[in-house]
């Protein structure tokens, strides 16, 4: 049984279109189905967890952005329910990784309608206060600051508004000192940004971390030593086409467990997470999903 997650507002309301278009598939096809389509999050998250106890579901799909996508991963942890999306938001980075994001209505009830062929990692985050789970990037410092500043921007949209969240963000920003635990390793690390990759992309497409694999069962830690403003602000847009991996000051190390100690706050898939300290583990292959081929 199908449960359809959909967030209205996502896309000036083009989340409401595509799932009325998705409903013509599942009725076409006598498939059997529930919406869940609250004025907000926590009626979202109180009516998910309820149908997701009560074990009718097999697969669920949302109809939103990275936000919507975000919530639900939080409520199917430790379940077996299927996990795809229907990109209607502004980043759809989780939508991109998977080669989702351009098919059509009826090209995604197709890949749906099978079984889903695909196990992606999970990463935990465990701060002081809560648990929380993420699919794709987790940011720290600099980086931080522009997607704090971007949720904050209602126009324009997409890479456009993290542009100009970069250049409003670099006026005041000061390098921050982190205490960073990659595994067993442990040091002190002065850096612009650091970064937890699972997926490789965030902030609409950026490619923070270019090679990083989401069912390889490793993160990708991604570290951006003191630079001045000006070289901040010519390596920074090369995150979208992943070319800023090579710059000198730019460092990638690999593991299973991070913690890390700041005075920053953290974002995963863009929404807000807490303050540091942190510690964030990867869940090798605990969400089931699908890719298009």
């Not at 595509?18 to 498939?31: K, R, Y």
């Not at 949302?62 to 209607?88: E, K, M, R, S, Y």
């Not at 670099?170 to 390793?185: G, S």
């Not at 000051?249 to 898939?269: E, H, P």
């Amino acid at each position: 049984m199908w449960l359809l997650v959909v967030n209205r507002k996502a896309g000036k309301e083009r989340a409401a279109r595509l799932v009325s278009a998705f409903e013509i598939f599942l009725n076409n096809h006598g498939e059997a189905y529930e919406i869940v389509d609250e004025d907000s999050a926590a009626k979202t998250i109180n009516k998910i967890g309820a149908l997701v106890a009560s074990g009718k579901f097999t697969k669920l799909i949302a109809f939103g952005g990275d936000g919507l996508v975000h919530l639900c991963v939080q409520l199917l942890v430790d379940t077996n329910i299927a996990f795809g999306v229907v990109a209607a938001g502004t980043g759809n980075d989780f939508a991109r990784t998977l080669a989702v994001q351009n098919m059509s209505i009826g090209e995604l009830y197709r890949l749906y309608s099978q079984p889903s062929d695909h196990q992606i990692d999970l990463v935990k985050i465990n701060t002081p206060d809560r648990v929380a789970y993420f699919v794709q990037v987790l940011s720290t410092g600099f980086d931080a600051n522009v997607n704090s500043l971007a949720n904050r921007i209602k126009w324009p949209k997409g890479k456009l508004k993290y542009s100009i969240s970069m250049l409003m963000t670099l006026n005041k920003f000061k390098p921050i000192k982190y205490l960073i635990t990659i595994d067993d390793v442990t040091l002190h690390k002065e850096a612009m940004l650091i970064s937890v990759a699972n997926g490789n992309c965030y902030g609409g497409g950026m490619k923070i971390q270019p090679t990083a694999l989401n069912n390889d069962g490793i993160l990708d830690v991604l570290m951006v030593s003191p630079v001045s403003k000006l070289k901040l602000l010519l390596l920074f847009p090369r995150i979208f086409s992943g070319t800023h991996i090579n710059h000198p000051k730019v460092s990638i190390s690999r593991g299973k467990r991070i913690a890390l100690t700041a005075n920053t706050d953290c974002f995963a898939d863009g929404e807000y997470i807490s303050s540091l300290p942190i510690e964030v583990t990867v869940l090798g292959k605990a969400l089931h999903t699908w890719i298009s081929k």
